[in-house]
């Protein structure tokens, strides 16, 4: 998917929880959406959060 598609499809997908939710929902899906985007970045290992989770264990 491109980066295009990905951005078209969240302005929607947003618009929608606005117009659903009104305000509040809006920032339900962006907080919702980053807390997305930072738990597929670790898990693609684009995003190294081993500094906040006390290093390397193990």
Not at 38 to 58: F, K, N, P, Y
Request: proline residues 0%; positive net charge.
């Amino acid at each position: 998917m491109s980066l295009s598609l990905a951005g078209l499809l969240t302005g929607l997908l947003l618009a929608l929880a606005a117009i659903i939710g009104g305000f509040n929902g809006f920032l339900l899906a962006v907080v919702l959406g980053a807390v997305g985007w930072v738990v597929g970045a670790v898990v693609e290992g684009r995003l190294d959060v081993s500094a906040l989770t006390g290093g390397r264990r193990g």
